[in-house]
């Protein structure tokens, strides 16, 4: 137990979500427990992690995440260690839960992302159809984010494009998708900024510069592809083309790449498999065991694409960590709480208070 590395996990504390800072201490080792001097709290070890209150022993538990994070069903985990398929459920859901927690805080960051690929997955569910739609960086093949719906429409491509600016620094980017016309409307839309003018009312957004958007357009017959036209909608040919170089190399624009990952989550989330009978019942479930795939995808699972002579996952090609992560390490990783905002207060504040914002703050 190291009480450097740790932080306070409560709310309402000052210090909460810093460490190295000296105000953590160790409150009891047997029974795994910090105190935080700043607030007098203590808490657990394990607070903020998938093993928090948890009874099974902590190796069962990755085990058993590991065999659903690879495409294992549900009841054939039931049938193998004999438990509830409550609880199997429940831990599912933690880890999805935290593995979301996971990748907002250490994905969701600017970065020079180069080319994005976007695409939408048809997922059979019990009673109906929803849609999963999947971003990803081509040059690192790093998994954005998705978002689940029960209709492919505009509002769900928005939700995605927002993810995916949240990932994007101001640098020069190229988004490549399939043909849905949403994805023009919410691309336009989503990467502007509002322009302060000094005056009231709403200020006028300026669109980012050096975006552009390319669509691969594919006629069907008899369920298969027969023809393919691509279409540049945002840029000059020469801008696209040198994005998309830079990015992946020789080719043509296409969405290979994100397609590619349509396969890895087919294969990895049961309830994705075509022809299967581990159909989920809710959005909330696919939802969770999304976030509970795409975070192993990234940071546990080396990449045969990226480097040929060490074992390199996607967060350590887009320099998101240094190492290929476990899966115990990944279900307890706690997120750091964000900085402790003073409350507004009438009147002169105290020294108490001013001591504080100085301490924590400043």
């Known amino acids: ?11 309402a504390c000052p210090a909460r979500g810093q460490s190295g800072q000296g105000n953590m201490g160790v409150h009891s080792r047997k029974e795994q427990r910090f105190i935080c001097y700043a607030c007098h ?5 394990h607070k903020g992690t998938v093993f928090y209150r948890l009874r099974t022993s902590a190796e069962t538990v990755v085990l058993v995440v590991t065999l659903l994070a690879h495409g294992c069903p549900l009841h054939a985990i039931v049938a193998a260690f004999g438990f509830d398929e409550r609880t199997v459920a429940d831990w599912l859901a933690r ?8 990748h907002e805080y250490l994905v969701e960051q600017p970065r020079d992302l180069g080319q994005v690929q976007a695409d939408e997955l048809r997922v059979k569910k019990q009673g109906g159809i929803v849609w999963m739609a999947l971003a990803m960086m081509v040059k690192t093949r790093l998994w954005l984010g998705g978002e689940v719906s029960a209709q492919r429409d505009l509002h769900l491509i928005r939700r995605l494009i927002e993810r995916v600016r949240r990932c994007a620094a101001r640098r020069p980017l190229l988004v490549c998708t399939e043909g849905l016309v949403s994805y023009i409307r919410a691309i336009r839309e989503t990467f502007r900024e509002p322009v302060d003018t000094g005056q ?12 552009l958007s390319a669509q691969v357009v594919k006629r069907y017959e008899r369920r298969r ?5 691509r279409r540049i909608v945002d840029g000059t040919p020469a801008r696209v083309e040198t994005l998309r170089r830079r990015a992946q190399g020789d ?43 795409g975070t192993v995808y990234n ?41 402790w905002v003073p409350p507004k207060q009438r009147g002169r504040p105290s ?5 504080l914002v100085e301490r924590w703050c400043l």
Not at 200 to 211: A, C, E, I, Q, Y
Not at 251 to 271: K, Q, S
Not at 327 to 339: A, G, K, N, T, W
Not at 351 to 355: E, H, I, M, N, P
Request: proline share 8%; hydrophobic share 40%.
């Open 351 to 355: 020294r108490a208070f001013r001591r």
């Open 1 to 11: 137990m190291d009480p450097t590395t740790t932080f306070c996990p409560h709310v």
């Open 41 to 45: 709290k203590t808490f657990s070890a």
């Open 299 to 339: 940071v546990c699972t080396p990449h045969a694409s990226l480097s040929q002579i060490r074992k390199t996952t996607p967060a350590m090609a887009a320099g998101i960590t240094d190492h290929c992560w476990t899966i115990h390490e990944r279900l307890s990783f706690p997120v750091p709480l964000s900085r």
């Open 200 to 211: 009231g009312g709403r200020p006028w957004l300026r669109p980012w510069r050096h975006v």
């Open 225 to 229: 592809v027969v023809e393919i036209e």
């Open 95 to 102: 880890s999805g839960r935290q593995g979301q927690a996971v």
């Open 251 to 293: 080719g043509v624009i296409n969405t290979a790449y994100i397609e590619r990952l349509n396969a890895t989550f087919r294969e990895r989330l049961a309830p994705l498999a075509r022809r299967c009978r581990a159909l989920a019942r809710h959005p909330l479930t696919l939802h969770e065991g999304m976030f509970l795939v």
